[in-house]
Nanobody, 123 residues
């Protein structure tokens, strides 16, 4: 059974940092690109970042470039999103996902996804 389970969300002040984690199981993670996307209330789903299996190909949305860093540990079957210099507009539910093969930029097309974790940036 495929599972992606996010953790690490919460409430943080503007300028703060959070690290999201996503534990994967039930599929061969090395065959998949990993994706983080988010959705804020009343807004469209937005691709945030994508990384290939080897981390040799990474992509970021312009809105997070220079502030967020995607990474993965294929041995631990875990993916991460380090978020620094957080802004109120980063507030959303963040989801991890897996896409067979390569990234397609940050387009949130995927085969598996998690249940999401809430990130709220507010003073």
């Amino acid at each position: 059974q495929v599972q992606l389970v996010e953790s690490g969300g919460g409430l943080v002040q503007p300028g703060g940092s959070l690290r999201l984690s996503c534990a994967a199981s039930g599929f061969t993670m090395t065959e998949y690109a990993i994706i983080w996307f988010r959705q804020a209330p009343g807004k469209e789903r937005e691709g945030v970042s994508c990384a290939s299996s080897s981390m040799g190909d990474t992509h970021y949305a312009d809105s997070v470039k220079g502030r967020f860093t995607i990474s993965r540990d294929n041995y631990k079957k875990t993916m991460y999103l380090q978020m620094n210099s957080l802004k109120p507009e980063d507030t959303a539910v963040y989801y991890c996902a897996a896409r067979y093969g390569r990234c397609n930029g940050v387009v949130p097309n995927y085969d598996y996804w998690g249940q999401g974790t809430q990130v709220t940036v507010s003073s």
